[in-house]
């Protein structure tokens, strides 16, 4: 009687989270074939023009006295080349993105952050020209948590294979290249491996946390049910 209780009980849990197995085993077959098509991270180094350190005029300290209005403490500066000039990107604590003084020159551009990154994704794209359509301080569906780094540029390249490109300008690299068929793959792959098709992150992790329970709790039963129903020894 135990073990016919066990039993129907591994049968109907089992067909229940059957479809979490299946899930799982698509998503391996995808991340396999995502391998073959699509290509790796773009690398973590600077993607723009170069840098002509002949140019450079103004030192970082002059550079820095031009933002000094704004009040704000400088926390970080980096020499970019852009444009073919030398500039400073200058951080400065308490504001969203950094200040650009140029280094030849000493003037300051507030919109040089955005020229930068358009620079960047058309060197990456082989310098074709590129569409910014995003600014991102927060991850999405498509730019998930796995790449990391925020805030991010998107441009778009107005192709027919729907091609973009994320930028960090803090990085000074393209931190994700994808198109409609790697993002096709990429969604569905997230959404067997990962229940991508709940929005709701809490309501994911429940249904995620049941649905591998449940496969736990049959998985047990089967083992229990094994050792009730294997032959007796005659002695």
Do not use: C
């Not at 450079?56 to 073919?84: H, P």
């Not at 504001?95 to 020229?115: F, T």
């Not at 569409?131 to 780094?149: A, M, S």
């Amino acid at each position: 009687m135990k073990s016919l209780w066990i039993r129907q009980t591994h049968r109907w849990i089992g067909l229940l989270f059957s479809l979490s197995i299946l899930m799982s085993a698509g998503s391996g077959v995808l991340h396999n074939v995502m391998t073959r098509t699509q290509s790796p991270p773009p690398p973590a180094r600077p993607g723009a023009s170069g840098l002509d350190l002949d140019k450079v005029a103004v030192n970082v300290a002059d550079a820095a006295a031009k933002l000094s209005a704004s009040g704000a403490s400088v926390q970080a500066v980096n020499l970019r080349g852009i444009g073919g000039e030398p500039w400073y990107q200058i951080y400065s604590a308490g504001l969203p993105r950094p200040s650009y003084v140029n280094a030849a020159d000493g003037r300051v551009d507030p919109e040089q952050d955005e020229r930068y990154a358009a620079e960047i994704a058309s060197a990456f794209l082989g310098g074709a020209k590129v569409r910014k359509t995003d600014y991102l301080t927060g991850f999405n569906r498509e730019y998930i948590n796995i790449f990391r780094i925020l805030p991010v540029y998107r441009f778009d390249l107005d192709d027919d294979l729907q091609t973009r490109v994320y930028v960090s300008t803090t990085t000074g690299s393209v931190t994700r290249h994808t198109d409609k068929q790697r993002q096709f793959e990429a969604n569905a792959f997230s959404n067997f491996h990962k229940f991508g098709f709940i929005p709701n992150k809490d309501l994911r992790d429940l249904a995620l946390t049941v649905m591998t329970g449940g496969v736990f709790i049959a998985s047990a039963l089967g083992i229990v049910l094994f050792f009730l129903t294997r032959p007796r020894r005659r002695g």
